[in-house]
Structures are given as C-alpha cells and as structure tokens.
C-alpha cells in the first residue's frame, strides 16, 4: 500500500523565518500536487509536479519533485502569518485516479 | 463559477438517523470525488464518479454508506444509519483532469452524530 510521509506534523514560527516540509513515500510517483488547507475550508491546490527533479516556484512558495520521484519538499521563504494552514501532499495510486493524501504538516507563523 | 457547492455546512444528528449530504460539481468537470477527514485518518477517498458512474468505491467504510450520481450536476453521499463513529468532515471534489489540473474542494460538511 502506497503510503505518504509527511514531516514535520506541526511547525510554529515567526515571521520572516523560512521554512521546509518534506512528503516521503516507498512508492515511485506518477505525479504529486501540493494542497493547502485553511480552517473550515477544502484544500485549495498549490502545484502539480511531474518530472524528476523538477522545481516549480509559486511567489514565495519553491516546491522540488525528488529525482527518483519518491519523495519531494515545499520551501517557503520569509514566511508570512498568510501562510498559515495545513499542507498536504497527494499522489494516485499508479495506474488510477484515485488520490491518497498525505497526513499533513500543521504550519503557524507567528506575526 | 461558484465552485463545488455542498450542502448543508453543519449536520447534527442522533445515532440511527439517516443523513444525506449534497455536492453540485463545478460545470464541465467529469470526475466528482467524496473524501472524509478526521483528526485520526487524515483525507480518506470514499468513492469517486467519471462521467456520473462510480469507478472506484473500495473507501466506502461499510453498506451503511451509499453515493449516487444522478446526472453530472448532482451528487448525494447518504449514511443509514449513522453512528457516530461516522462524525467527521465530508468534503467533494470535483476535477476535468486530476493529473494535470487536481482537484477543486467543496467547503465540506460536517457532520456530528450524537
């Protein structure tokens, strides 16, 4: 069973720090998207990433797909209060579109 | 677009009740996904529909849960009878290609059962 990895659970900070998560999975990707979730909200999707070794940067956001297509990071600089929420990471299962998610890295910044 | 719709935002109802939840997909979109969410198990994917016809319902936790797809702006996800073990959020998703584009979330329903 493809399983998702995602570390840290929680991180707090202050503003202006930089940050990284991390998605980890035994399995090799097809494709992995990066979701963020706010309270009382769906998750909202940030970036799709397909290719091994790609890096895509969304504003202050830079997400890497690992060269092996097994694991990948978020990197946020100079983070703002903003960037507060949930953020998850999603692949299918190969062959399907059926989605499975990460279990989450719970992010406050601090202002 | 106003993005996928779900009805109703908050549900409260007694163990052994039936409950319907209600998802419109956003226009144009083929594929409509139900997940839960708890604290415990994260996201779930219960079942998901392409072109109104489940593909894939192996999340769907026992027979107490239903989905139907009626027509490609209608989806209902029904639980009977509730227990409430079953209290999370009930999010839908719609997608005109997951791979490429992802999903679109609804604002999800909560659903306490009592």
């Known amino acids: 069973t493809q399983l998702l990895e995602q570390s840290p659970q929680f991180l707090s900070i202050q503003e202006g720090e930089n940050l990284t998560v991390y998605c980890n999975s035994s399995s090799v990707f097809s494709s992995l998207q990066w979701y963020r979730q706010e309270p009382g909200e769906g998750p909202v999707l940030l970036v799709t990433v397909v290719t091994g070794g790609e890096v895509k940067k969304l504003k202050r956001l830079t997400f890497q797909f690992g060269d092996a297509r097994k694991d990948s990071s978020l990197h946020i600089t100079a983070a703002q209060p903003g960037d507060t929420g949930l953020y998850l990471c999603?692949?299918?299962?190969?062959?399907?579109?059926?989605?499975?998610f990460g279990t989450g890295t719970r992010l406050k910044v601090l202002a | 677009d106003a993005g996928v719709i779900q009805s109703p935002r908050h549900e409260v109802t007694e163990m052994g009740q039936e409950v319907t939840l209600r998802c419109k997909p956003i226009?144009?979109?083929?594929?409509l996904f139900w997940y839960r969410q708890t604290m415990m198990r994260g996201l779930e994917l219960l079942i998901y529909?392409?072109?109104?016809?489940?593909?894939?319902d192996s999340g769907m936790p026992e027979d107490r849960f239903s989905a139907k797809m009626p027509n490609a702006s209608f989806s209902t996800l029904k639980i009977q009878p509730s227990e409430p073990r079953d209290s999370a959020v009930y999010f839908c998703?719609?997608?005109?290609?997951?791979?490429?584009?992802?999903?679109?979330f609804g604002s999800g329903t909560r659903l306490t059962v009592v």
């Open positions: 529909f392409n072109n109104n016809v489940p593909i894939d």
């Open positions: 226009s144009g979109h083929d594929y």
């Open positions: 998703a719609s997608s005109f290609h997951p791979r490429d584009y992802g999903y679109t």
């Open positions: 999603a692949s299918a299962i190969s062959g399907t579109y059926k989605y499975i």
